[in-house]
């Protein structure tokens, strides 16, 4: 289909557009013709005549494109990384590396040997740190808000030199277990442990001293701070869960279970609720979930036993009564 293209007089077009809508750019002869939008001239163009009925398109596009590597995952830009305020510099300067394939690249697209000859070894250290923290963060599903924070951290203790001869990896796992601490979102040293090369022993020995380097300080944890993901990992009903909550938090004022762990209290409080419950759960089950073994479980409950009848809430629909619940 060919297109002609006549000059009109600027008069003209400006009366002819004065007869629709002044929102609405159309030909004034094919109102309804779907216009081709010209990017390269910047021209509105009618599909049926050809008339431009307008000169001033913008493309809202890439200004550029990029033709890298797909395998090497490479893709540069010109405005170089986000900005990163924990590292020195803010993240601004630019590294090029004369490295070829795709072996002689890390992850960020650097040159590996000139990663090494440019680089402080504080920033190294950092961006090590931050993706290990990035990495665990990732495996138990924790938010970006909680990285950030232990990001901080660590920023802060690496700065004041505070925990010298101390394995990094084992400072950035006691600067996660302290952000969920810190964000509301307690996490157990043994699921830390469990995304982390390190020991229970060292990341507890680093918590307390970044706890005393920087002054600060984390709320004590409370059986109620575990036990909606615990009833929730156990497929537990909210009528379970709710009479757990209540059975731990009476045992706790009651002072039944003096010296117990809230975990252990929590693991107890899910096994009562859930045998007198028609979602019943072992000891095994619940033991797997919290992090606790199954004796401690039982030692917690023994001392619940006793108390039973004054630990449910009084509308909790037993399927099982309580002097039928297992005795040990």
């Known amino acids: 289909m060919l297109f002609c293209f006549g000059v009109y007089p600027v008069e003209h077009k400006m009366a002819s557009s004065s007869r629709f809508d002044a929102n609405t750019v159309c030909c004034y002869a094919h109102p309804e013709a779907p216009l081709i939008e010209d990017y390269r001239a910047g021209d509105q163009i009618c599909s049926e005549c050809g008339l431009v009925v307008g000169d001033r398109v913008i493309d809202v596009g890439s200004e550029w494109r990029t033709f890298s590597n797909e395998k090497s995952g490479v893709d540069p830009s010109r405005v170089g ?59 138990i599903n924790l938010p970006k808000t909680i990285v950030d924070r232990a990001n901080n951290l660590f920023k802060q203790v690496h700065d004041g030199k505070n925990l010298k001869g101390r394995a990094n990896d084992a400072i950035a796992s006691a600067c996660l277990y302290i952000a969920c601490r810190q964000e509301g979102v307690p996490r157990t040293f043994k699921e830390i442990c469990a ?57 706790v004022e009651l002072d039944i279970v003096p010296g117990r762990s809230p975990i252990s209290v929590a693991a107890a409080a899910i096994y009562m ?53 297992p005795m040990m």
């Not at 944890?221 to 009528?239: Q, V, Y």
């Open 195 to 251: 995304v982390s090369k390190i020991s229970k022993k060292e990341i507890g020995r680093c918590f307390k001293l970044i706890l005393k380097a920087l002054e600060t300080s984390v709320d004590l944890i409370t059986t109620g701070d575990f036990m909606s993901r615990f009833c929730s990992n156990l497929g537990l009903p909210n009528l379970v869960q709710r009479a757990a909550t209540h059975i731990a938090r009476k045992a």
């Open 273 to 325: 609720a859930s045998q007198a419950s028609e979602d019943k759960r072992t000891q095994k089950d619940i033991g797997d979930i919290a992090g606790v073994a199954d004796v401690t479980i039982r030692q917690s409950y023994k001392l619940m036993y006793p108390h039973a009848a004054k630990l449910f809430p009084d509308d909790f629909k037993f399927a099982t009564p309580i002097d039928q619940l």
């Open 81 to 139: 990384g986000p900005e990163n305020p924990l590292l020195n510099g803010s993240d601004l300067s630019t590294m090029i590396g004369p490295g070829r394939g795709d072996a002689s690249f890390d992850s960020f697209g650097v040159s590996k040997y000139q990663n090494r000859r440019t680089m402080s070894s504080s920033d190294r250290t950092l961006i090590n740190a931050f993706r290990e923290i990035n990495n665990m963060a990732d495996r």
